[in-house]
């Protein structure tokens, strides 16, 4: 029936059907969901997680991973980090702490829900709850008040339960402070020997049998990704807005009342001399800074060159250019710093500063004052995103009409031949990794692009732009390339998995022989190896770029009774095969402070161990379901 209406809507029947279907949306509200599957995403015990609450918990945690990755996911990550059953997971254990803490009693509030957003700094003005900023930022978010008050009261309430059941685990014991402090403090000492798969690139030979004949057992690894051609029309805020005309003396008005949005903040340029004090330094060492610090500032004041000064007595990186900080503005710098130097005149020199970091000296020798943008270069930009801001209540009622209008007509193709004025675009045919520009990453898109079928209209979408109506006109299903259209990559390939089994062969090899002779100095010595001494590094130490910290973990783990890992160990490309030499015990006592610090972390972790356990429980008595296409 759907397919239908989609592309055969041509008779007076179904025109008929299109008008019920008219008034539906009048009377009823539906819109873009019109032809979605109204099946749950999950069932938790009889409670439904819907696509789109799915949908925007996957948009929420694919946007943190492109930002970590500076706005592009590299090809593959998704599937590698399981992200998708990671919002499973996640969706599933916020529903097992709801129904949880209905079951304990626990409720939330409506003060409670209000004390919190209003207590929530993205809706203060000048310290204070907004209602104007509240209401604002929501509708730029597609949130009402209602339902993002829901989201916060089940926020609230998955909370709650974490501290309730947290409860349970209130108190660490001296004994286990000790043993925690011990072993994060210990150092340890060990031998070992590197062996690199790229040692062994000269031995590997790479003929075209080996390679023909391992690439039909890996062939499956360069499979072509699925490609859509899309033909549809595009009813973004921006494609809406272009539409819509704004006058100069709105633009100039807006320029006005947001005039700091178009200024260069003030920036100042300094030079400083450091002397090094952390949260783990001793009083004594402090102290020793300070005078030191004081010393230093005496001769700088007296007129000794600063710069001079700071290459030869500051322990921060910029010694060796004098201390020169560069250029910076408000915010970039800890708050002590930046309160110091944003007090001086050019080439004053401050007191002795105290920050995070240690004591500082330092002198301010440049001021750059803030500075405005004039109107005539930001115009363009001011008009695009008023014109942004108005079309967004816009776009929904014209992309609505335009898809009932591509149902009255029976296609896209036919809709176009009456509205030749409406925003369509055409691509060529793209992967979902490599998706045109003015796609980008947009994951509701790309999610309705890949899932339709050769000739297959969409519902009306909502995107993180705006909305749209896709129709692919052709789709390519992955395909397992021939060998010569790959066949460099898959020599290469080749060759890095030979190099590795000869280099993971060689280093099994070595850690059996090293057990059976009890000595990796005599296994080595037979094997053609040289043998490394790490000297003493303690839990987590990162420092010595040449041993990875899952080598020092690992290293941790041994004894003299047992002074060789089960396994190889893997790390920084290479692989080590390693042996117990010495663990010393902490070289200073049990301080008072990283008494509690070590005690918080004991509850914490023993909270977490309680709060895993009752999770896994309520898991294992839950009854839930999964729809079939996640």
Do not use: C
Not at 292 to 312: P, T, Y
């Amino acid at each position: 029936m759907l397919q239908i209406l989609r592309n055969k809507a041509q008779s007076i029947v179904i025109q008929a059907i299109v008008v019920i279907i008219a008034i539906v949306f009048i009377f009823w509200g539906v819109g873009s969901n019109l032809l979605n599957n109204n099946e749950a995403a999950l069932v938790i015990n009889d409670e439904e997680i819907s696509f789109e609450d799915f949908q925007v918990a996957y948009d929420r945690a694919y946007n943190n991973l492109r930002n970590q990755f500076g706005g592009n996911v590299p090809q593959g990550l998704l599937e590698n980090l399981g992200i998708k059953q990671q919002v499973i997971n996640q969706l599933t254990q916020e529903a097992l702490l709801r129904q949880g803490a209905a079951q304990m009693g626990i409720l939330i509030s409506r003060e409670e829900i209000q004390d919190t957003i209003q207590n929530m700094v993205q809706f203060q003005d000048n310290g204070s709850f907004s209602i104007e900023k509240y209401n604002t930022l929501l509708a730029a978010n597609n949130y009402s008040p209602t339902k993002f008050e829901e989201t916060v009261k089940l926020d609230m309430l998955s909370q709650k339960v974490r501290l309730s059941i947290g409860d349970f685990a209130a108190t660490a014991t001296e004994y286990e402070i000790a043993d925690l402090y011990k072993l994060d403090k210990s150092s340890v000492s060990f031998k070992y020997v590197k062996i690199s798969p790229a040692e062994f690139t000269d031995v590997i030979p790479a003929t075209d049998e080996d390679i023909s004949a391992w690439y039909v057992t890996v062939q499956e690894n360069y499979k072509t990704d699925p490609e859509v051609k899309l033909k549809y029309l595009d009813f973004s805020y921006t494609t809406v807005g272009e539409k819509i005309t704004i006058d100069d003396s709105t633009l100039e008005q807006y320029y006005q009342d947001n005039l700091a949005e178009f200024t260069q903040a003030e920036k100042r340029g300094a030079r400083h001399i450091l002397f090094k004090v952390d949260e783990n330094s001793s009083p004594e060492v402090a102290e020793k800074q300070m005078q030191k610090a004081n010393e230093i500032l005496e001769l700088a004041k007296s007129g000794s060159d600063f710069a001079e000064l700071a290459k030869q007595y500051s322990e921060g990186p910029s010694n060796t250019q004098g201390g020169d900080l560069g250029m910076f503005t408000r915010g970039q710098m800890v708050k002590p710093f930046e309160d110091a130097v944003f007090s001086l005149e050019v080439d004053q020199i401050s007191e002795v500063v105290k920050t995070s970091f240690g004591y500082h000296i330092i002198k301010l020798e440049k001021i750059s004052p803030a500075v405005a943008t004039p109107f005539s270069d930001v115009k363009d930009s001011i008009l695009a995103k008023l014109q942004t801001e108005e079309a967004k209540p816009l776009a929904f009622q014209v992309a609505n009409e335009a898809y009932e209008g591509i149902i009255g007509a029976g296609s896209l193709d036919g809709y176009l031949q009456a509205h030749p004025e409406a925003p369509v675009r055409i691509t060529d045919f793209f992967s979902r990794n490599t998706p045109p520009a003015n796609i980008g990453n947009d994951q509701k898109f790309l999610n309705t692009a890949f899932s339709l079928k050769a000739q297959e209209l969409s519902s009306l979408i909502e995107t993180s732009q705006g909305y749209a109506v896709l129709f692919a006109e052709a789709v390519k299903e992955p395909v397992v390339p021939a060998l010569d259209a790959v066949k460099d990559r898959v020599t290469q390939d080749y060759q890095q998995f030979k190099t590795k089994e000869s280099a993971d062969n060689a280093a099994k090899s070595l850690l059996q022989k090293a057990k059976a002779d009890n000595s990796i100095a005599s296994a080595a010595e037979q094997g053609g190896f040289s043998v490394e001494e790490s000297g003493f590094h303690t839990k987590g130490d990162s420092q010595n770029a040449d041993i990875p910290p899952t080598v020092i973990e690992t290293a941790f783990t041994l004894s003299g009774k047992q002074p060789f890992p089960e396994e190889v160990v893997e790390g920084n490309d290479a692989l080590y095969i390693i042996e117990f030499s010495e663990l010393k015990d902490p070289e200073s006592d049990l301080t008072e402070e990283d008494r509690e610090r070590y005690r918080g972390a004991i509850i914490q972790m023993k909270q977490q161990q309680i709060l895993s356990s009752w999770l896994k429980n309520r898991r294992e008595q839950s009854e839930i379901f999964s729809h079939k296409s996640l």
